[in-house]
Each structure stands twice: as C-alpha cells, then as structure tokens.
C-alpha cells in the first residue's frame, strides 16, 4: 500500500463517515441506542481513541503484541470499555472537537511518512516487511486498521441504526 492510496482510503471513508453523521440530528447523537447501549457520540469517541492509540504506537514505533502466555494486559474490549466511561459524560461538542483534531493528526502523521515506513513491520525499524523476519502488522496496515477499516465498520452500524429507526 502506497502513502497516496492509504491517504485517499483514508480521506474516502472519513468524508462517508462525516456526511453520515451530519445526517443525524444532534438531539439522537446522544440516544444510547447503538451495540453495547452505545450512542452515536460514544462511538465518535471510540473512533477517535483508536487513532490517538494507533499515532501513538506508530510514532513510539512500539510493536502491537499479546500479552505474554500467563500473563493478562489490555484486551481491545477493555480498552473500549475504557473509552466508553472516558468519554460518556463528555459533551457532544467536545467529542465532535476532539474527532476533528485527532482526524487531522493522523493525516499530518500519514503525509509525513514515507512508503517505505507504511511498509514496515511495527516494532521493528524501517525496513520494508518483505525483507524482515519479524511479526507484526506493517505500520501502513495498523493506520489503515484505526482508520479508513474502522469507520467502514461503524458507518455500517450507524446505517442499521437509522435504517430501523
């Protein structure tokens, strides 16, 4: 995956994201109605952590691992669950103001990479995946997890929402 295709996947399905939620009236942003009692405002603020984490570890070049056999960490749900509480009691402005400048950030942070970065196994240098013996998702494959995937996944649950409303 090229800089340029992952920048227009991204700028793609954040634009469906961004019309999709301008179709909602803000007065049902708020209405827990979604998976989990979730609201459209909570899952703004998922979307929004997921790409604060994910420039973290790309910017940390900090490898995505389990847990070690024994041991527990963070699994995806707790973190979720995490935001969630984070986040519920936040205004919708503030959620609306936070997605805004993390979208941003993560585009500054994708323009400033090169091919050969995205290319690269998280965790472990520069090197283009191909030639490394390490595990791990490309640094261009974790962006694009926490971002253009990501708001495919939640566009399609807000649709269903409005689709049975």
């Known amino acids: 995956m090229t800089k340029s295709d992952l920048l227009a996947a991204i700028r793609r399905d954040r634009a469906r994201l961004d019309a999709l939620l301008a179709s909602v009236p803000r007065e049902r942003m708020t209405e827990p109605t979604l998976d989990g009692a979730r609201s459209v405002k909570d899952v703004l603020a998922h979307v929004s952590a997921w790409e604060k984490i994910c420039m973290a570890l790309v910017r940390n070049n900090t490898p ?13 749900d707790l973190i979720n669950q995490r ?10 402005e503030d959620v609306i103001a936070d997605a805004q400048r993390s979208y941003a950030e993560l585009l500054t942070m994708v323009e ?17 995946a191909e030639l490394m013996d390490a595990e791990g998702p490309q640094v261009g494959q974790l962006i694009s997890e926490n971002s253009d995937d990501h708001y495919r996944e939640h566009i399609a649950q807000i649709e269903r929402w409005l689709e049975e409303a």
């Open 64 to 76: 995505v691992q389990p847990p070690p056999p024994g041991e527990s960490g963070p699994s995806t």
């Open 112 to 128: 400033g990479l090169s091919d050969d970065a995205l290319a690269a196994v998280l965790g472990g240098g520069q090197e283009p």
């Open 83 to 92: 935001v969630y509480e984070g986040s519920r009691d936040r205004p919708l």
